[in-house]
T-cell receptor, first 116, second 114 residues
Framework: DMKVTQMPRYLIKRMGENVLLECGQD?????MYWYRQDPGLGLQLIYISYDVDSNSEGDIPKGYRVSRKKREHFSLILDSAKTNQTSVYFCASSLSIGTVSSYEQYFGPGTRLTVL | GDSVTQTEGQVALSEEDFLTIHCNYSASGYPALFWYVQYPGEGPQFLFRASRDKEKGSSRGFEATYDKGTTSFHLRKASVQESDSAVYYC?????????????FGAGTQLIVIP
C-alpha cells in the first residue's frame, strides 16, 4: 500500500523553541516536498528534495531548513519557531523526474503546528 | 511567473446539482494542468491531469478540458453528491523545473447539502 506518513500529527510549541517535523514514504520516490497550507493561500512550497542531500528552495524557504539522509525520509526543521509559522504542513513525494508523472504528488496526512 | 487563479473560494450546492469550479492559468507555452482534491482531515490527492490543448482529463465523474485560447481548465461534474464535499485545487506544472514543481491555486471549498 503506497503511503506517505507524517509525525507528529499535532504539535504545540512555544515561540523560540525548535521544531522537527518528520516524513516518510514507502514508494522509493526520488522527489519529496514540504508545503504549508494556510486559509486563502492554498499550498505553498517550502523545499524540494530530489535525492539524498540534494535539496532546493521552494517559494517560501525563509525560517525553514530540511534534511534528507535516506531516500525514504525527509525532515523539516524550524530553528526558533515563530508565531507566524503556525500552519498545517504537508509532505509529498513523486516519481519519474523529468516526465509529466513527476507532477503526480502523493501527500501525507499533514501536521498541524501551533506556535504560541 | 506562472500562476493559477481560482475565482470561487467556496461553492455551496444541493445534491444532484451541476458543478463548475473555475480555474484560469498564466504561463507560457503548454504547461501541464492538474486538479487535486482534499477531503477533511487528509492531504490533497491527485484527481487528473491534461497536458495539451483540447485534452480532457477525467476521474470519478469529474472532468475538465484544457483550453489554451481562454487559458482555462474548469472543473465540472454533472451531479454532485454529499461525499464530494472537499477542497479542490487547480495546479500548473512548472515547465522551467525538472523537479515536478506545482503551482497551486488558492483552492475552492465545495459544500454539498443533502
Amino acid at each position: 500500500d503506497m503511503k506517505v506518513t507524517q509525525m507528529p500529527r499535532y504539535l504545540i510549541k512555544r515561540m523560540g523553541e525548535n521544531v522537527l517535523l518528520e516524513c516518510g514514504q514507502d514508494m522509493s520516490h526520488e522527489t519529496m516536498y514540504w508545503y504549508r497550507q494556510d486559509p486563502g493561500l492554498g499550498l505553498q512550497l517550502i523545499y524540494i528534495s530530489y535525492d539524498v542531500d540534494s535539496n532546493s528552495e521552494g517559494d517560501i524557504p525563509k525560517g525553514y531548513r530540511v534534511s534528507r539522509k535516506k531516500r525514504e525520509h525527509f525532515s523539516l526543521i524550524l530553528d526558533s519557531a515563530k508565531t507566524n509559522q503556525t500552519s498545517v504542513y504537508f509532505c509529498a513525494s513523486s516519481l519519474s523526474i523529468g516526465t509529466v508523472s513527476s507532477y503526480e504528488q502523493y501527500f501525507g496526512p499533514g501536521t498541524r503546528l501551533t506556535v504560541l | 511567473g506562472d500562476s493559477v487563479t481560482q475565482t470561487e473560494g467556496q461553492v455551496a450546492l444541493s445534491e444532484e446539482d451541476f458543478l463548475t469550479i473555475h480555474c484560469n492559468y498564466s504561463a507560457s507555452g503548454y504547461p501541464a494542468l492538474f486538479w487535486y482534491v482534499q477531503y477533511p482531515g487528509e492531504g490533497p490527492q491527485f484527481l487528473f491531469r491534461a497536458s495539451r490543448d483540447k485534452e480532457k482529463g477525467s476521474s470519478r465523474g469529474f472532468e475538465a478540458t484544457y483550453d489554451k485560447g481562454t487559458t482555462s481548465f474548469h472543473l465540472r461534474k454533472a451531479s454532485v453528491q454529499e461525499s464530494d464535499s472537499a477542497v479542490y485545487y487547480c495546479a500548473l506544472g512548472d515547465r522551467g523545473s525538472a523537479l515536478g514543481r506545482l503551482h497551486f491555486g488558492a483552492g475552492t471549498q465545495l459544500i454539498v447539502i443533502p
